[in-house]
């Protein structure tokens, strides 16, 4: 158990729709990031908040948004979903530094 | 930019054998280098990390990885192989950046380990 929870698990959706994915990061972590795994795109970086502040963000589509919440869970909101968005979507917090990341069970996303 | 290249998809080895999963990096300046392993409909675990310092670095489950900076190649390695090992295995990068703040982590690929009975 790496001590980052996402909820929920697993969550079917029709495109067209707006979902929220919830991650909190393990205790003391400030950064938390987001990424999408497809079997054709790979483990893709989407984005990255920092004690609240946006930090980085990777290839993360418009249609995507995320904040970092004062307790420091984060949610990932994905909108007018279609059949690609269907996948993996991994929550990782770490420490400040160049620090290894610690990934949570991840959400699968299925679009239909 | 950064990037990462696993230029295997499959690796099979037998139970007992020595394992090499092979990963070569491009970077800008001092590389930190990871591996982390993903069992099925699992999250990816840290399993171990080159900062800085001895070129071999251990990690969890007896794996190992040799930093080469002239080969710009952090390889994973372990003894002798286990059926349990069997997984995805992905190799990360990420380079400190002129403003002196970490960049972005950058996966592989990834390579599929299937270590046979």
């Known amino acids: 158990d790496s001590g980052v929870t996402q909820t929920p698990k697993h969550l079917i959706t029709a495109t067209g729709q707006r979902v929220t994915l919830r991650c909190s990061p393990r205790?003391?972590?400030?950064?938390v990031y987001w990424y999408q795994q497809s079997l054709d795109q790979g483990l893709q970086f989407l984005i990255q908040?920092?004690?609240?502040?946006?930090?980085a963000k990777g290839n993360i589509l418009e249609r995507f948004s995320a904040q970092q919440f004062p307790d420091l869970h984060s949610e990932l909101n994905l909108s007018s979903l279609e059949l690609g968005d269907s996948a993996l979507y991994f929550c990782?917090?770490?420490?400040?530094?160049?620090?290894?990341?610690?990934f949570g069970p991840g959400t699968r996303l299925t679009v239909t | 930019a950064q990037s990462v290249a696993q230029p295997e998809d499959q690796v099979n080895v037998a139970e007992g054998n020595p394992l090499t999963v092979k990963c070569t990096y491009s970077?800008?300046?001092?590389?930190?280098l990871f591996w982390y392993v993903q069992y099925p409909n699992r999250g990816l675990q840290f399993l171990l990390k080159?900062?800085?310092?001895?070129?071999l670095v251990k990690g969890s489950y007896g794996f190992e990885a040799e930093f080469n900076k002239s080969q710009t190649s952090f390889h994973l390695k372990k003894p002798s192989a286990l059926v349990s090992d069997s997984a995805l295995y992905f190799c990360?990068?990420?380079?400190?950046?002129?403003?002196?703040?970490?960049?972005?982590?950058?996966f592989g690929s990834g390579t599929q380990l299937t270590v046979l009975p």
């Open positions: 990782a917090s770490s420490p400040a530094g160049p620090y290894e990341q610690y």
């Open positions: 205790s003391g972590d400030l950064s």
């Open positions: 908040y920092y004690n609240g502040e946006e930090r």
């Open positions: 970077v800008s300046g001092n590389p930190y």
């Open positions: 080159y900062i800085t310092g001895d070129n």
């Open positions: 990360a990068v990420r380079a400190l950046g002129s403003s002196g703040s970490a960049r972005q982590l950058t």
